[in-house]
């Protein structure tokens, strides 16, 4: 999974569908729409937004024993999912409260399965980002001695499994050879270190970058919260920013929930 941002420009909130899901007409009937909302709820939670040929009547071995939270998300079909604008993902961001952003259900479902199947074919999530996406090898081990000292010891690239947000806005992680001090119980980042990430966010995005301010925010998941606990990422979020922008950042980088073509 600190900001450098002012009011962003408002963006209107929608909703995702598949192309599975039932969409409100002038044409449904009422009768219609209670049938379908009951036959939904008679649908168990690992064949939510599956087609009818490809449910099963076992669930998946990536989809046993999830968390609440993830069991709640999944068995939310994707037309009841309100995707988050702008303003939604500031508010989350500036009350420090990363544990709230959610996937679109089917996204989350894909997620599941992608790493499920990862951690058969590496091991483990960050053996495959280590070889794979970054190219690093443990133990890493940073070139400078202080954040931010060498370029070689960072790497920018998109978020593979972004969340359920305005397509305007493009999800990156930065990822890092070297530790930020982080504290408390949930693991926090201490005051100086969110300082110092938070100046290198403006330098890269805002001065450098060319974003206002008010496009660009960043924050780093509570250390309880990352999938990824081993190799050190905090996210920036930037609000419409240009492609050439975005390629020049991550090298043209393209996350793999875009390349990667998984059953459902």
């Given at each position: 999974?600190?900001?450098?941002?002012?009011?962003?420009?408002?963006?209107?909130?929608?909703?995702?569908?598949?192309?599975?899901?039932?969409?409100?007409?002038?044409?449904?009937?009422?009768?219609?729409?209670?049938?379908?909302?009951?036959?939904?709820?008679?649908?168990?939670?690992?064949?939510?937004?599956?087609?009818?040929?490809?449910?099963?009547?076992?669930?998946?071995?990536?989809?046993?024993?999830?968390?609440?939270?993830?069991?709640?998300?999944?068995?939310?079909?994707?037309?009841?999912?309100?995707?988050?604008?702008?303003?939604?993902?500031?508010?989350?961001?500036?009350?420090?409260?990363?544990?709230?952003?959610?996937?679109?259900?089917?996204?989350?479902?894909?997620?599941?399965e992608f790493c499920y199947n990862i951690k058969q074919q590496y091991g483990s999530v960050m053996n495959f980002i280590l070889s794979q996406r970054l190219?690093?090898?443990?133990?890493?081990?940073?070139?400078?001695?202080e954040p931010f000292e060498c370029e070689e010891d960072v790497k920018i690239l998109r978020n593979d499994w972004p969340y359920g947000i305005d397509g305007k806005i493009v999800h990156l992680v930065v990822w890092v050879k070297f530790e930020l001090e982080a504290e408390g119980e949930k693991g926090d980042l201490t005051e100086k270190e969110t300082k110092v990430v938070g100046e290198w966010v403006r330098k890269k995005f805002v001065v450098e970058g060319g974003l206002e301010e008010g496009r660009v925010v960043w924050f780093r998941n509570w250390t309880c919260l990352k999938s990824v606990k081993s190799v050190e990422h905090f996210h920036?979020?930037?609000f419409d920013p240009d492609k050439e922008l975005v390629d020049g950042l991550t090298g043209g980088d393209v996350p793999l929930c875009e390349r990667v073509k998984l059953s459902i």
């Amino acid at each position: 999974m600190g900001s450098t941002s002012d009011d962003p420009p408002m963006a209107s909130t929608t909703n995702t569908t598949n192309g599975d899901a039932t969409t409100s007409s002038p044409n449904v009937t009422n009768s219609s729409e209670k049938q379908s909302r009951k036959d939904e709820e008679d649908i168990p939670y690992w064949n939510v937004n599956v087609p009818p040929h490809l449910r099963t009547q076992a669930c998946p071995s990536y989809l046993l024993n999830l968390n609440p939270k993830d069991l709640s998300i999944i068995s939310t079909p994707d037309s009841h999912y309100e995707i988050e604008s702008w303003p939604t993902v500031l508010s989350k961001i500036r009350s420090y409260r990363p544990d709230l952003f959610q996937r679109i259900p089917s996204d989350l479902r894909r997620y599941h399965e992608f790493c499920y199947n990862i951690k058969q074919q590496y091991g483990s999530v960050m053996n495959f980002i280590l070889s794979q996406r970054l190219g690093w090898e443990h133990p890493i081990i940073p070139k400078g001695d202080e954040p931010f000292e060498c370029e070689e010891d960072v790497k920018i690239l998109r978020n593979d499994w972004p969340y359920g947000i305005d397509g305007k806005i493009v999800h990156l992680v930065v990822w890092v050879k070297f530790e930020l001090e982080a504290e408390g119980e949930k693991g926090d980042l201490t005051e100086k270190e969110t300082k110092v990430v938070g100046e290198w966010v403006r330098k890269k995005f805002v001065v450098e970058g060319g974003l206002e301010e008010g496009r660009v925010v960043w924050f780093r998941n509570w250390t309880c919260l990352k999938s990824v606990k081993s190799v050190e990422h905090f996210h920036v979020m930037l609000f419409d920013p240009d492609k050439e922008l975005v390629d020049g950042l991550t090298g043209g980088d393209v996350p793999l929930c875009e390349r990667v073509k998984l059953s459902i």
